[in-house]
């Protein structure tokens, strides 16, 4: 039987990989190539961060996004802007009504502020943005405001927001285009004390497809 | 013969520009009649100009939109270790509200109070949508370079925190102030743009040593096809750091971890 996860992807695939729970996960996207996460168990929030290839001072910019398209919410069609003002990537397809880019990264240090000090030793996406960046030369100057697929903040009439019960499912999807080489990181959201993972974390899909077909980067 | 033909020419030149004085600029040494305490800085801010400047823990910062079209972009550092910085996501998400007003915290992303809003007469603020940039002011404007006519709040900002040793990597996501931003039930985002009446002030107070970097370009959602901003001033005076009784800091328990966060952080 055919891979549902695998359907209506542009190209061979030239990716293809587990995140486990709660584990960063960083990988070059061609510029052309469809990164499709796969939320597998569902509302598994999947905390991600884009920098342009040749220069990661260039990297996914929330606010920049948010302005040029005049919504907080991230849809199909969404072009994802550098804080330097170019496309990075383009949401092409997805399953999920809308994604997050308000809400930020979980971080030890916010946790405390959020549930108390008690959760200070609980892992968190910062950790996973830096344990991956670190690695490659990057630091805590790249840590910006990310995007959070398949959670779900609501922002109400007075302000208040806050994340709420997802509206993924499992087996649900999102598909990212590459406008230019862009180095993905992401952290599969570890967090357990709010429902941004349904209070479980669960391990997501990557699959990277190439239309052009020039194989694995 | 011309005024500046040698040194000593060229010398009495300069020296009788000595005692202008323009809109913008700094009060040196820093002085306002209309402040309650020491003050430490009084500068205002050109339109599309930007200011860059280092601030004790207690220290008050009033900005004043003079005219009413100012867009007060800012920046926040701890001055100490400027890799800890305003994080405008854990702002919005830790305080369950992404309103700006008298009483809310600009949280760094070390889970510590920067700022408290002591006052706020404006109540057009927006933590949505960020500084304007170089391609989108040569979009809307036709050009958006430093040197040029109609420079945009990233770059502003990129000069402001080069005079402290930082970066580009280190402009990071920003709150406007004078200039707001609302939130549709769809997600849409509904700009507060004015021009509103002179004289709206915010009083900030900050709760750790800072550098605080302010650019004051036009609103990234300005729907005006010109180039639209007027002067912003900065006063700030003497102040003792928050005391544990004080109204912000007792509001809500995120609030109280904060400020409790910010004062472990200067035990020593």
């Keep these: ?217 | 013969m011309s005024q500046t033909a040698n040194p000593y020419a060229a010398r009495d030149h300069a020296r009788a520009m000595a005692g202008t004085v323009v809109e913008a600029m700094p009060i040196v040494p820093a002085a306002a009649d209309d402040a309650p305490a020491s003050v430490v800085w009084e500068e205002t801010v050109a339109p599309g100009g930007y200011a860059s400047r280092r601030l004790a823990r207690g220290t008050r910062l009033r900005l004043v939109d003079l005219h009413g079209d100012a867009c007060a972009s800012v920046l926040l550092f701890n001055a100490e270790n400027p890799l800890e910085r305003l994080n405008v996501a854990d702002t919005v998400k830790v305080q369950w509200n992404g309103y700006l007003g008298a009483g809310k915290l600009l949280l760094s992303d070390m889970g510590r109070v920067l700022m408290s809003i002591l006052e706020d007469g404006a109540g057009t603020h927006d933590t949505f949508c960020g500084a304007s940039n170089e391609a989108a002011n040569a979009r809307k404007y036709g050009d958006g370079k430093n040197y040029g006519a109609h420079p945009n709040a990233r770059d502003r900002f990129m000069l402001g925190v080069a005079k402290h040793g930082l970066g580009r990597k280190d402009v990071h996501p920003c709150v406007n102030l004078f200039k707001g931003v609302r939130v549709a039930e769809d997600g849409a985002t509904l700009p507060q743009i004015g021009p509103f009446a002179p004289g709206r002030a915010v009083i900030l107070r900050a709760e750790m040593d800072l550098i605080v970097v302010l650019a004051n370009c036009p609103h990234v959602l300005d729907p005006r096809p010109e180039w639209s901003v007027t002067a912003l001033r900065a006063t700030a005076w003497k102040g003792a750091p928050t005391p544990p009784d004080d109204p912000i800091r007792t509001a809500s328990p995120e609030a109280t971890r904060a400020f409790l966060n910010t004062e472990d952080y200067y035990a020593r």
């Design chain 1, 1 to 217: 039987m055919a891979d549902p996860h695998l359907s209506g992807l542009p190209g061979p695939i030239v990716h293809d990989e587990i995140v486990p729970a709660r584990a960063p996960w960083l990988h070059r996207v061609r510029k052309g190539q469809t990164l499709r996460i796969v939320d597998l168990e569902g509302n598994q929030a999947v905390d991600f961060l884009a920098y342009a290839a040749g220069d990661d001072a260039e990297r996914y910019s929330a606010q920049d996004t948010i302005a040029a398209q005049g919504n907080v919410f991230l849809r199909t069609g969404a072009v994802l802007l550098s804080n330097e003002g170019r496309p990075m990537m383009t949401i092409t397809a997805t399953n999920v009504a809308y994604h997050d880019t308000i809400g930020g990264a979980c971080s030890c240090e916010s946790n405390t502020l959020r549930y108390g000090h008690h959760t200070k030793s609980q892992h968190a996406c910062v950790d996973n943005f830096l344990d991956a960046n670190v690695r490659v030369g990057r630091g805590k100057r790249d840590m910006v405001s990310n995007i959070n697929f398949f959670m779900n903040v609501p922002v109400e009439g007075d302000g208040a927001l806050g994340i709420v019960d997802g509206i993924s499912a499992p087996g649900l999807m999102v598909d990212v285009r590459a406008e230019m080489d862009v180095d993905v990181v992401v952290s599969n959201c570890p967090q357990i004390n709010n429902p941004c993972n349904g209070f479980n974390p669960t391990p997501v899909r990557m699959i990277v497809s190439d239309p052009a077909g020039m194989g694995a980067a």
